[in-house]
């Protein structure tokens, strides 16, 4: 029986999506060849590039409306700094909310001046900041949606006069947002989406080209839309991996079906870490909670060698938190079920009654 997987990442997929991309593995399309060994170039692989790049534009709303879809590589790592590299001219406001946002102020601040309108790393990350001047004259504001550390998430997104970019590696395609107000997202793909490997990219077409630096070929935005998204060899099992789990999401109902079962799993797990006097939540504000990664811990360590051996014989993968927070992290990704997440709460009363 496959185990109950609340990994961070690389996390669960959906199994129609794991027994597909296993079959193509062996035999992609009937060609008798496997999908890892035929050429990129193939009209076999260029539609499923075409087909995942179509696929994400639709669920987040985008199409027709100036937005280019792109899988590239290198992760959000990557990407913090390739959003300076195309954006950041003379000065860059960040929103400072967890590690990863953290880790791409570091990288911008080679290539220009980076504000940090708003932060929490003060108190260990463990709430949204709110009520923060957004000074004028950025280049760009950027923000994080959901900190899969520290288990916070941005509800309400600021309103800028400069182009918006957000880092949605652990909640894309999790929730109904308006897009729109986004001139560039990207996510890795290991969160919510596919294997790790590839990451996506949808950019406003026309903030691009605004820095007076030459930007190199691969980091240039501006290029991969020209080639689409084929500028050099692809990262052609993730892409493919990708396309079937929005596939599958299109067949689920979309976004706003994925919303809802994602609001009921929360709910569950969260109405038990508040109910359940052995463990106490992670993040400050009850509102800055995620939805993605429930991050908790006991009240008393005592009765942490039993919790994890029950959790560990209940079948439950990937519970432990981050090392920098300790404690426990329930990742919620799109695929995982809520008789998943239901086992974990009736695993927290079972502890509760030996306590």
Known sequence: MKKHNFSAGPCILPQSVLQKASEAVLNFDGLDLSLIEISHRSKNFVNVMDRARELALEHLGLQN????????QGGASMEFLMVAFNFLETRAGYINTGTWSDKA???????????EVASSKGANFNYIPKDYQIPSGLDYLHCTSNNTIFGTQINNFPETDCPLICDMSSDIFSRVLDFSKFDLIYAGAQK??????TTLVVVKEEVLGQVSRKIPSMMDYKVHISKDSMFNTPAVFPVYVSM????????????????????????LLYNEIDRNPLFKGFVANKEDRSKMNATFSLVNEDHKLDFDTLWTEAGINGLNGH????????SMYNALSIESVQVLVDVMKEIEKKA
């Open 65 to 72: 409306k100036g937005y280019q879809a792109l899988f590239l």
């Open 105 to 115: 102020i570091k990288e911008a601040k080679l290539f220009g001046d980076v504000v």
């Open 192 to 197: 919510n989406m596919g294997p790790a490997g």
């Open 244 to 267: 079937l789990t929005l596939e599958w999401l299109k067949e689920l109902g979309g976004v706003a079906t994925i919303e809802k079962n994602n609001n009921k799993k929360a709910e």
């Open 323 to 330: 090392r920098s927070v300790g404690g426990y992290r329930a």
